[in-house]
Protein backbone atom coordinates (compact mmCIF):
# COMPACT_ATOMS: atom_id res chain seq x y z
CA UNK A 1 0.00 0.00 0.00
CA UNK A 2 1.92 3.56 -0.93
CA UNK A 3 -0.96 5.44 0.67
CA UNK A 4 -2.14 7.14 -2.41
CA UNK A 5 -6.25 7.92 -2.17
CA UNK A 6 -8.09 9.52 -5.28
CA UNK A 7 -10.90 11.47 -4.75
CA UNK A 8 -14.05 10.98 -6.36
CA UNK A 9 -13.86 7.62 -6.94
CA UNK A 10 -17.14 7.84 -9.40
CA UNK A 11 -18.21 10.88 -10.86
CA UNK A 12 -20.97 11.39 -13.89
CA UNK A 13 -21.05 15.00 -15.50
CA UNK A 14 -21.90 16.66 -18.81
CA UNK A 15 -19.84 17.45 -21.72
CA UNK A 16 -18.50 21.57 -21.26
CA UNK A 17 -18.36 21.48 -17.23
CA UNK A 18 -15.05 21.46 -15.45
CA UNK A 19 -13.74 18.56 -13.43
CA UNK A 20 -11.27 18.32 -10.72
CA UNK A 21 -9.85 14.62 -10.05
CA UNK A 22 -7.58 14.78 -6.89
CA UNK A 23 -4.78 12.28 -6.19
CA UNK A 24 -3.75 11.96 -2.27
CA UNK A 25 -0.03 10.81 -0.83
CA UNK A 26 0.69 10.51 2.35
CA UNK A 27 4.22 9.46 2.21
CA UNK A 28 6.06 12.30 0.67
CA UNK A 29 7.08 11.08 -2.83
CA UNK A 30 8.45 13.43 -5.12
CA UNK A 31 6.83 11.80 -8.68
CA UNK A 32 3.24 11.59 -9.41
CA UNK A 33 1.46 10.44 -12.78
CA UNK A 34 -2.14 10.79 -13.96
CA UNK A 35 -2.87 7.87 -16.42
CA UNK A 36 -6.22 7.33 -18.38
CA UNK A 37 -6.89 3.55 -19.09
CA UNK A 38 -8.99 2.65 -21.54
CA UNK A 39 -10.35 -0.44 -23.68
CA UNK A 40 -7.57 -1.24 -26.49
CA UNK A 41 -5.19 0.97 -25.02
CA UNK A 42 -3.89 0.03 -22.15
CA UNK A 43 -2.48 3.04 -19.65
CA UNK A 44 -1.24 6.55 -21.32
CA UNK A 45 0.28 8.82 -19.24
CA UNK A 46 -1.43 12.23 -19.18
CA UNK A 47 0.74 14.81 -16.89
CA UNK A 48 3.48 13.84 -14.29
CA UNK A 49 5.15 15.97 -11.59
CA UNK A 50 8.32 15.41 -9.94
CA UNK A 51 7.67 17.92 -7.17
CA UNK A 52 5.70 21.41 -5.82
CA UNK A 53 4.75 23.04 -8.95
CA UNK A 54 6.86 21.22 -11.37
CA UNK A 55 4.90 19.58 -13.52
CA UNK A 56 4.90 18.43 -17.25
CA UNK A 57 2.88 17.08 -20.55
CA UNK A 58 2.65 13.05 -20.97
CA UNK A 59 1.26 11.04 -24.29
CA UNK A 60 -2.08 12.51 -24.21
CA UNK A 61 -2.01 15.85 -22.15
CA UNK A 62 -4.35 17.72 -24.70
CA UNK A 63 -7.51 18.99 -22.81
CA UNK A 64 -6.24 18.52 -19.24
CA UNK A 65 -4.22 20.92 -16.72
CA UNK A 66 -2.49 19.54 -13.35
CA UNK A 67 -1.27 21.23 -10.70
CA UNK A 68 0.58 20.66 -7.78
CA UNK A 69 1.03 23.03 -4.69
CA UNK A 70 1.89 20.84 -2.02
CA UNK A 71 3.74 17.78 -1.96
CA UNK A 72 1.10 15.48 -0.91
CA UNK A 73 -1.54 16.47 -3.61
CA UNK A 74 -2.01 16.21 -7.39
CA UNK A 75 -4.89 17.85 -8.93
CA UNK A 76 -5.89 16.60 -12.72
CA UNK A 77 -8.40 19.09 -14.00
CA UNK A 78 -10.55 18.55 -17.10
CA UNK A 79 -11.07 22.72 -18.08
CA UNK A 80 -14.70 21.46 -20.51
CA UNK A 81 -15.10 17.41 -20.61
CA UNK A 82 -15.68 15.99 -23.32
CA UNK A 83 -17.28 12.58 -23.82
CA UNK A 84 -14.08 11.19 -25.61
CA UNK A 85 -12.60 11.98 -21.80
CA UNK A 86 -14.97 9.41 -20.25
CA UNK A 87 -12.53 7.27 -18.86
CA UNK A 88 -10.81 5.62 -15.78
CA UNK A 89 -8.10 8.21 -14.09
CA UNK A 90 -5.58 6.40 -11.93
CA UNK A 91 -2.75 8.47 -10.21
CA UNK A 92 1.23 6.90 -9.26
CA UNK A 93 3.74 7.51 -7.58
CA UNK A 94 7.22 6.46 -7.93
CA UNK A 95 9.00 4.27 -5.52
CA UNK A 96 12.54 5.77 -3.89
CA UNK A 97 15.79 3.93 -2.93
CA UNK A 98 15.56 0.52 -4.47
CA UNK A 99 12.02 0.63 -5.99
CA UNK A 100 12.97 3.96 -7.29
CA UNK A 101 11.68 2.66 -11.35
CA UNK A 102 8.69 1.44 -10.03
CA UNK A 103 5.13 3.60 -9.71
CA UNK A 104 2.35 2.66 -7.43
CA UNK A 105 -1.60 3.08 -8.72
CA UNK A 106 -4.29 4.52 -6.84
CA UNK A 107 -7.51 2.97 -6.86
CA UNK A 108 -9.08 4.80 -9.78
CA UNK A 109 -11.72 7.48 -10.42
CA UNK A 110 -14.39 6.42 -13.05
CA UNK A 111 -15.16 9.42 -14.57
CA UNK A 112 -18.09 9.50 -17.14
CA UNK A 113 -19.15 12.43 -19.55
CA UNK A 114 -22.61 12.89 -20.99
CA UNK B 1 3.91 4.20 -33.10
CA UNK B 2 3.35 0.93 -30.10
CA UNK B 3 6.68 0.34 -28.17
CA UNK B 4 5.36 -1.94 -25.71
CA UNK B 5 3.27 -4.60 -27.57
CA UNK B 6 0.90 -7.17 -25.98
CA UNK B 7 -0.55 -8.95 -28.91
CA UNK B 8 -2.87 -11.48 -27.06
CA UNK B 9 -5.54 -9.85 -25.46
CA UNK B 10 -6.90 -12.94 -23.53
CA UNK B 11 -5.92 -16.29 -22.21
CA UNK B 12 -7.07 -19.26 -20.61
CA UNK B 13 -5.26 -21.83 -18.63
CA UNK B 14 -6.64 -24.35 -16.36
CA UNK B 15 -5.53 -23.99 -12.86
CA UNK B 16 -2.31 -25.75 -11.89
CA UNK B 17 -0.69 -25.57 -15.38
CA UNK B 18 1.73 -22.79 -16.66
CA UNK B 19 0.23 -19.36 -17.67
CA UNK B 20 2.88 -17.36 -20.03
CA UNK B 21 1.71 -13.47 -20.85
CA UNK B 22 4.00 -12.47 -23.80
CA UNK B 23 5.26 -9.05 -24.20
CA UNK B 24 7.28 -7.44 -27.24
CA UNK B 25 8.84 -4.17 -27.50
CA UNK B 26 11.09 -1.82 -29.78
CA UNK B 27 12.91 0.33 -27.85
CA UNK B 28 16.77 -0.93 -27.69
CA UNK B 29 16.98 2.35 -25.26
CA UNK B 30 14.27 0.54 -22.38
CA UNK B 31 16.65 -0.80 -19.19
CA UNK B 32 13.36 -1.72 -17.33
CA UNK B 33 10.59 -3.73 -17.44
CA UNK B 34 7.93 -4.17 -14.92
CA UNK B 35 4.65 -6.56 -15.03
CA UNK B 36 1.28 -5.15 -13.47
CA UNK B 37 -1.55 -7.18 -12.25
CA UNK B 38 -5.14 -5.27 -12.40
CA UNK B 39 -8.25 -6.63 -11.20
CA UNK B 40 -11.84 -5.12 -12.05
CA UNK B 41 -12.09 -1.42 -9.95
CA UNK B 42 -9.45 -1.66 -8.78
CA UNK B 43 -5.55 0.49 -8.97
CA UNK B 44 -3.08 -1.71 -11.37
CA UNK B 45 -0.40 -3.38 -8.35
CA UNK B 46 3.28 -4.47 -9.21
CA UNK B 47 4.01 -7.91 -9.77
CA UNK B 48 7.71 -8.44 -10.56
CA UNK B 49 9.98 -6.24 -12.36
CA UNK B 50 13.68 -7.39 -14.11
CA UNK B 51 16.48 -4.92 -15.36
CA UNK B 52 18.06 -4.64 -18.61
CA UNK B 53 21.18 -6.52 -17.32
CA UNK B 54 19.27 -9.16 -16.14
CA UNK B 55 17.96 -12.32 -18.16
CA UNK B 56 15.44 -13.64 -15.17
CA UNK B 57 13.97 -12.62 -12.07
CA UNK B 58 11.98 -14.76 -9.56
CA UNK B 59 9.55 -13.78 -6.90
CA UNK B 60 7.50 -17.44 -5.56
CA UNK B 61 4.89 -18.29 -8.56
CA UNK B 62 5.94 -15.96 -11.13
CA UNK B 63 8.88 -15.49 -13.13
CA UNK B 64 10.16 -12.80 -15.51
CA UNK B 65 12.27 -13.71 -18.67
CA UNK B 66 14.26 -11.10 -20.85
CA UNK B 67 15.57 -11.84 -24.24
CA UNK B 68 16.76 -9.15 -25.72
CA UNK B 69 17.98 -10.17 -28.76
CA UNK B 70 14.46 -11.01 -29.72
CA UNK B 71 13.06 -7.46 -27.55
CA UNK B 72 10.44 -9.78 -26.09
CA UNK B 73 9.96 -10.43 -21.99
CA UNK B 74 7.46 -12.78 -20.66
CA UNK B 75 6.33 -13.75 -17.32
CA UNK B 76 5.45 -17.37 -16.51
CA UNK B 77 2.80 -17.96 -13.60
CA UNK B 78 3.25 -21.44 -12.21
CA UNK B 79 0.78 -23.10 -10.80
CA UNK B 80 -1.65 -20.96 -11.48
CA UNK B 81 -4.51 -19.80 -9.80
CA UNK B 82 -8.06 -18.84 -10.01
CA UNK B 83 -7.01 -16.16 -8.18
CA UNK B 84 -4.60 -15.16 -10.62
CA UNK B 85 -7.22 -14.33 -13.01
CA UNK B 86 -6.94 -10.42 -13.92
CA UNK B 87 -5.31 -8.33 -16.40
CA UNK B 88 -1.44 -8.21 -16.97
CA UNK B 89 0.18 -4.80 -17.98
CA UNK B 90 3.36 -5.16 -18.80
CA UNK B 91 5.37 -1.81 -19.07
CA UNK B 92 9.21 -0.43 -19.57
CA UNK B 93 11.39 2.32 -18.99
CA UNK B 94 14.11 4.10 -20.86
CA UNK B 95 17.34 4.41 -20.03
CA UNK B 96 18.61 7.59 -19.05
CA UNK B 97 14.43 8.79 -18.31
CA UNK B 98 15.25 10.74 -14.77
CA UNK B 99 11.54 11.56 -14.81
CA UNK B 100 11.02 7.68 -14.40
CA UNK B 101 8.21 7.68 -17.09
CA UNK B 102 6.69 4.16 -17.88
CA UNK B 103 5.47 3.16 -21.32
CA UNK B 104 2.72 0.27 -20.71
CA UNK B 105 1.20 -2.30 -23.25
CA UNK B 106 -2.39 -2.45 -23.72
CA UNK B 107 -2.90 -5.99 -21.40
CA UNK B 108 -3.73 -9.48 -21.59
CA UNK B 109 -6.88 -10.35 -19.57
CA UNK B 110 -5.40 -13.71 -17.85
CA UNK B 111 -8.81 -16.59 -17.06
CA UNK B 112 -7.50 -19.53 -14.94
CA UNK B 113 -10.24 -21.63 -14.75
CA UNK B 114 -10.86 -24.07 -11.74
Known amino acids: DAGITQSPRHKVTETGTPVTLRCHQT?????MYWYRQDPGHGLRLIHYSYGVKDTDKGEVSDGYSVSRSKTEDFLLTLESATSSQTSVYFCAIRGTSGSADTQYFGPGTRLTVL | DQQVKQNSPSLSVQEGRISILNCDYTNSMFDYFLWYKKYPAEGPTFLIS?????DKNEDGRFTVFLNKSAKHLSLHIVPSQPGDSAVYFCAAKRRGGSQGNLIFGKGTKLSVKP
Open chain 1, 27 to 31: ENHRY
Open chain 2, 50 to 54: ISSIK
